[in-house]
């Protein structure tokens, strides 16, 4: 029969295994959305003209 704090040790490893792959999960999303939102800034830049970008670039200036 297991003791007590076999059970413990053992309660406390799966916790610690459950805790590592959460962490690798989130980091694995957190990545592939920034990899989106580069993307999208990516496109959403190569569509403003040169005027546009002079407009931003300004108002991020003034306001920053």
Same mark, same amino acid.
């Given at each position: 029969? &297991?003791?007590?704090? =076999?059970?413990?040790?053992?309660?406390? #490893?799966?916790?610690?295994?459950?805790?590592? +792959?959460? $962490?690798? /999960?989130?980091?694995?999303?957190?990545? &592939?959305?920034?990899? =989106?939102?580069?993307?999208?800034?990516? #496109?959403?830049?190569?569509?403003?003209?040169? +005027?546009? $970008?002079? /407009?931003?670039?300004?108002?991020?200036?003034?306001?920053?």
């Amino acid at each position: 029969m &297991k003791s007590i704090r =076999q059970i413990n040790d053992q309660i406390k #490893q799966g916790l610690e295994g459950i805790i590592s +792959q959460q $962490r690798q /999960q989130h980091l694995y999303h957190q990545t &592939k959305l920034r990899e =989106q939102v580069v993307s999208k800034y990516l #496109q959403f830049n190569a569509c403003l003209s040169e +005027q546009e $970008r002079r /407009q931003i670039k300004q108002f991020i200036e003034q306001n920053a």
